[in-house]
């Protein structure tokens, strides 16, 4: 079944996943839906989330896609479920933060770094709630508008956000810091350097084996010997 997957974000920060994806599912055909015009989701009401990310999955539903990603852990945990309502019949893999991951590794003190609305989200805490072992402190760290920082490539913004919220962890044993929004591996080395010593979890790989596991029990895995395609949408 050669149909392609969309994968859609706030902008450029899902192709982090979509590169996840791609290394273990190299023969399928990729649409990649940057919506760099609304940028930044983190900051929006789920109001607002449920009929932007609606508009996209009917666009890429247009280009006639067998699954869609939300490579975007904000409007995962926020419009997730409203979107499996409204397209009951399409196969929606979404992005959390890894706290699950970091919570298994018995971690005793985990960073959660994450949009503002990621970390108020239910489905942030109900990942606590559902993981955590009592030995384990997991700390929250909403960095408003870094995603934003990160889509514009402002390097000077993007280091004073990251002083604003980190310095205070710096002399802290913190062990794991999850990243917990798509746009922050693409500074990953920016962000280690302030945790040298820490492990640093995305929930990329997690996303990958999942649209795996899905195409393979849906039965809808490319049939292709090349490697696929990929088309790029961008918002402006
Ligand atoms: N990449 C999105 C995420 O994972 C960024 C959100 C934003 O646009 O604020 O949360």
Redesign the pocket.
């Known amino acids: 079944m050669n149909k392609k997957i969309g994968v859609f974000?706030?902008?450029i920060?899902?192709l982090t996943t979509l590169e996840e994806i791609r290394k273990i599912l190299p023969n399928e055909d990729y649409i990649f839906y940057a919506d760099s015009k609304n940028?930044?989701?983190?900051?929006k009401t789920i109001d607002e989330l449920n009929k932007i990310t609606k508009n996209i999955v009917n666009k890429l539903l247009e280009k006639n896609v067998k699954l869609i990603v939300i490579a975007?852990?904000?409007a995962t945990t926020q419009c997730i479920n409203y979107l499996r309502s409204e397209f009951p019949n399409m196969i929606f893999v979404g992005?959390e933060p890894a706290i699950k991951v970091a919570c298994d590794n018995n971690y005793k003190n985990t960073l959660v770094m994450?949009?503002p609305g990621?970390i108020s989200s239910e489905r942030t805490h109900e990942l606590i709630t559902n993981n955590k072992r009592e030995n384990e402190n997991i700390i929250l760290v909403p960095c408003d508008k870094l995603?934003?920082a990160i889509e514009r490539n402002d390097k000077k913004d993007i280091d004073k956000i990251l002083h604003d919220n980190l310095d205070k962890y710096k002399k802290k044993d913190i062990d794991a810091v999850v990243l917990g929004?798509?746009?922050y591996p693409i500074i990953k080395d920016r962000i280690q350097s302030f945790f040298p010593n820490s492990k640093l979890i995305d929930g990329n790989n997690g996303v990958a084996k999942r649209v795996k596991n899905q195409l393979e029990e849906h039965n809808l895995l490319s049939n292709k010997k090349v490697k696929g395609t990929l088309e790029f949408i961008q918002t402006e």
């Open positions: 974000d706030s902008g920060g899902g940028n930044p989701y983190g900051e975007c852990n904000t992005t994450a949009t990621t995603a934003n929004c798509t746009h």
